[in-house]
């Protein structure tokens, strides 16, 4: 079962949420928020986004978006309403959450149809916050539809450790995908509640060992596991059931650090995988939204099929969108 009272900050804190936030961390500091208040889209097609979160920061007031200023949610419904709000506005139709489960039902009953729900996986000295029957119940009950976001490099464990290998091998079995992270974070993490985190966990060629056991696992690595680039794509290049998601480095360090962005997107294009990258905000103040959304649009070397196929097509073929074919 799930327990979250032994450490509950493992859920809670606004660095998992923040992910990679950064990677662009210079940019991140410079960034003026009226840079990105009102960003301009132009691409109005249907959107995926495989990387939302339910749980706001556990303190909002020390938690302001880092572009914009914007205060974090005090609680999760607020967050939940907020986001909705900006589904809405701009035409995404289904969204791919993780957080902590108490918080995963309400966002469900709230819009059931939008909402995929994917508890996160957290390993607290050698024990799991959530078990394998749980999990496999949920699963064939419907209420979760993906697995992660799986925090190994926080909890300073390699992804083919063996207490995350019946989880792998669940996925695999259920045929449900499967989100890790992957790359950096926010600088000072192992100072700042998570003593276990490694820079050298957040490899993905780390991934490797699971993918070799586990062939017919559907797996996607957050934030482009940024700023292992060369080490992702030859792990792309060679494993063709991986994909990744652009979230957090397509809007954190607002358009000053697009730059950086971009060009990591393009070398992705350039080696082939424009049919694996999927759109992600890794919001959790909801106003990160349509910042992810300007920072995949602003590329002005995508072309409008492109575009679709970040924004759309390619979540829908891995998260086997039927519905949406």
Request: hydrophobic fraction near 45%.
């Amino acid at each position: 079962m799930f327990n979250f009272d032994r450490r509950a900050l493992f859920l809670t804190g606004p660095p998992i949420l923040l992910a990679t936030c950064v990677l662009l961390c210079s940019a991140h500091q410079s960034a003026s928020p009226a840079a990105a208040a009102a960003p301009v889209i132009q691409y109005t097609g249907p959107i995926i986004d495989v990387h939302l979160h339910t749980d706001p920061p556990r303190s909002a007031a020390a938690a302001p978006n880092p572009v914009t200023g914007t205060q974090a949610a005090a609680t999760s419904a607020e967050l939940r309403d907020a986001v909705l709000e900006e589904c809405q506005r701009y035409n995404i139709v289904r969204a791919v959450i993780n957080g902590r489960p108490a918080n995963l039902p309400p966002w469900i009953e709230k819009d059931p149809h939008r909402f995929l729900p994917a508890p996160m996986i957290i390993v607290i000295d050698q024990h799991p916050v959530i078990d394998i029957p749980t999990l496999r119940n949920d699963i064939q009950s419907g209420h979760a539809a993906a697995l992660g976001e799986i925090m190994a490099q926080y909890m300073g464990l390699e992804a083919s450790d063996p207490v995350l290998e019946p989880y792998w091998a669940l996925a695999e079995e259920l045929d449900i995908p499967a989100l890790i992270h992957m790359g950096t974070s926010f600088p000072g993490t192992a100072y700042s509640g998570y003593p276990g985190f490694r820079l050298r966990f957040g490899n993905p060629l780390l991934v490797e060992e699971v993918l070799v056991k586990h062939p017919k696992l559907r797996l996607w690595v957050a934030h482009g596991a940024a700023p292992w680039t060369n080490e992702m794509l030859a792990l792309m290049s060679q494993y063709r059931q991986v994909y990744i998601d652009v979230s957090a480095i397509d809007w954190i360090g607002g358009p000053a650090a697009r730059p950086g962005f971009h060009a990591f997107l393009k070398q992705a294009i350039d080696h082939g995988f424009e049919k694996r990258i999927m759109f992600g905000s890794d919001a959790i103040w909801a106003d990160a939204i349509p910042l992810a959304i300007a920072g995949v649009d602003s590329a002005s070397f995508l072309t409008p099929e492109q575009k679709r196929d970040i924004f759309y097509n390619n979540a829908a073929t891995f998260l086997q969108l039927h519905d949406l074919q």
